[in-house]
């Protein structure tokens, strides 16, 4: 069965310093993986996948396949990042989402 | 174009109670997710619709059931409602093709309290 894991819960940092939140998956057949953000108020929405690999927001996310890592990564943390991440894996063909339990960034001034 | 609409927004129920929610997906999305949030599970995967057929179903019990209208539509339905169903309800739309990094549109979701 397939699981992602988002082993902070909360990870606090300052503006302008480096943030890296941790995705790692367990799944046999080949992912697809994606992080998603929910700011204040807002609703869920996708950020980026790795398929695509692009940048949104300034935020990367690398897939590791020996690792089994999707990382998500921004150089410089800003305020208006803060929000909750959550890391999800899409298997079993079509829509089958596995969410990890989300991280909540917090980006102190 | 309009976003994913849920109704209602909030539902207060008791127990042994049954429970429809709604959700209309963005105008020409085919495919319609539900989702449970709640502080202790996280997100979870209830089933996926496509077309009026359920495609993908995740492991909750068969008190949890939905389905899908032609113009694309979808209803969840809970029978039976326990304390442990108060959560978060939220559908996500796509456009529901081949490609299985299809994104996903998710609405506000419907807050179900059981009493």
């Known amino acids: 069965a397939q699981r992602v894991t988002q082993p902070e819960k909360l990870l606090s940092v300052f503006k302008g310093a480096p943030v890296e939140l941790k995705c790692n998956y367990s799944y046999s057949g080949s992912p697809e993986l994606f992080w998603y953000v929910q700011y204040s108020r807002q609703r869920l929405q996708l950020l980026l996948r790795h398929i695509s690999r692009e940048s949104i927001k300034g935020f990367t996310a690398d897939l590791n396949k020996g690792e089994t890592s999707f990382h998500l990564k921004k150089p410089f943390a800003q305020e208006e990042d803060s929000a909750m991440y959550y890391c999800?894996?899409?298997?079993?063909?079509?829509?089958?989402?596995?969410f990890g339990t989300g991280t909540k960034l917090q980006v102190i001034p | 174009k309009a976003g994913v609409t849920q109704t209602p927004r909030y539902l207060i129920k008791t127990r042994g109670q049954q429970v429809t929610l709604s959700c209309s997906p963005i105008s020409g999305h085919r495919s319609v997710s539900w989702y449970q949030q709640t502080p202790g599970q996280g997100l979870q995967f209830l089933f996926e619709y496509f077309s009026e057929t359920q495609r993908n179903k995740g492991n909750f019990p068969g008190r949890f059931s939905g389905r899908q209208f032609s113009n694309s539509r979808s209803e969840m339905n809970v029978s039976t409602l326990e304390l442990g169903d108060s959560a978060l309800y939220l559908c996500a739309s796509s456009l529901g093709g081949e490609l299985i990094t299809d994104t996903q549109y998710f609405g506000p979701g419907t807050r179900l309290t059981v009493l």
């Open positions: 999800a894996l899409n298997s079993g063909g079509y829509q089958k989402v596995t």
